[in-house]
């Protein structure tokens, strides 16, 4: 039961952060080509997804793909066939494309794509694949690129049932989100904590940071399961 919950309010976070992009203080991929007719195709594509226009942007980016195979720019067009195919809820495909545009020689581009090819994984199913995907990202990212990435990478761990891991990825996202992302993080932590066990409760208190939120409340949880079991003098 708990699970479930803490699911849905991890697509909370991550799924609106994928619709919309995610904000950061990197600089944009460079959206370029040397060849002219390449280069309008692909700025008519980008018009048609910037504008919501998916049904319009899906064949214009797919056809570019087809047609410009060599083109520095396929990458991109990869990557926004990913965004569109996870927007409609294709994870499976998006993992296709997520993957193939995280090889482009545009750094910001590849661990935007590796970004979005963890977090489709771990919606797909995969949680082992998702984590090895992101956690290379760890410190790379800023803003609310890093609580995307934390956000999914909690999502792969509790899937997992490694609440320890998936503890500490939600601490995270405090020192990235804003007020409002940190809430939400806390209010999973509590949710999670709420369904460990002493043991697994003395972990957190023994390992994680002494400062976060997720040390803090599995230190009072466990000294009140303490308490009701009489272990206290």
Do not use: K
């Not at 991550?14 to 600089?27: D, E, F, Y």
């Not at 370029?32 to 390449?38: E, G, L």
């Not at 994870?91 to 296709?96: C, F, G, I, N, W």
């Not at 997520?98 to 020689?105: G, V």
């Amino acid at each position: 039961m708990v699970a479930t919950r803490v699911y849905s309010w991890l697509l909370f976070f991550v799924l609106p952060l994928s619709i919309t992009g995610c904000a950061s203080a990197q600089t944009e991929p460079l959206y370029a080509s040397d060849d002219p007719t390449a280069q309008e195709e692909f700025d008519r594509a980008r018009s048609s997804f910037d504008g919501g226009n998916a049904e319009e942007a899906q064949q214009l980016f797919s056809t570019f793909v087809v047609d410009h195979r060599e083109d520095p720019l396929r990458p991109a067009a990869e990557y926004h066939l990913g965004r569109l195919a996870a927007d409609r809820g294709d994870h499976q495909e998006a993992v296709v494309w997520f993957e193939q545009a995280s090889n482009a020689t545009d750094q910001v581009l590849a661990d935007r794509a590796r970004l979005e090819l963890g977090a489709s994984l771990a919606r797909s199913g995969e949680p082992e694949r998702a984590l090895s995907v992101l956690e290379p990202l760890s410190g790379r990212l800023d803003g609310a690129q890093a609580v995307t990435l934390y956000t999914a990478m909690a999502e792969a761990a509790g899937v997992r049932s490694d609440h320890f891991r998936q503890i500490r990825f939600l601490d995270a996202i405090c020192r990235y989100g804003v007020h409002e992302d940190c809430d939400r993080a806390r209010h999973l932590i509590d949710e999670v904590v709420q369904g460990l066990d002493s043991e697994q409760l003395n972990r957190l208190h023994q390992e994680l940071t002494r400062n976060g939120h997720g040390w803090r409340v599995a230190t009072l949880r466990l000294g009140t399961n303490a308490s009701e079991e009489g272990d206290i003098e």
